[in-house]
């Protein structure tokens, strides 16, 4: 028997770290489009980004802005996700691609261009178990350090 998941989301808390109070609130977002998050093959264990969550990001001049983007975290769901569950967090902007399971902190941080960039943010979850019908909701920070040039 086929269990049909009835709705899956996802959407894009944004997190703020400043590093100087100057910089606070500098940086802005705006024109968030919500992605489409489904199940993968025919075990229901992978829910995955199949459109992209996309946002457009400002940085002024004269700031340097770097962004990180954390792991997708469970916000509702009728089943926790156990033990052994992986979660992946995915952004993309012009050529750089950037994934919070990534080992080497270098390769999960980039710095973000000065003007409007375009981001584009996906996610993974993979259970060791299937999903059990329902509506899931995660949420996947990004996280912007901004300092003076």
Known sequence: MFYRLALISSFVLVNYYCLTTSALAEVTFKNVLP????PTGTEMKV???LTPVTLIVNVPENRNAQITIL???SASSPS???NGT???GFLKFG???LRSDNSDNTKNIANLPTGNTVLEVGMRVQRPVAFSPGTYNYSLNLSVTITPP
């Open 35 to 38: 992605g489409t998050l489904e």
């Open 47 to 49: 829910l995955q980004s």
């Open 71 to 73: 792991p997708p975290t």
């Open 80 to 82: 926790e996700d156990p």
């Open 86 to 88: 992986t979660r992946v």
């Open 95 to 97: 050529s750089t691609n």
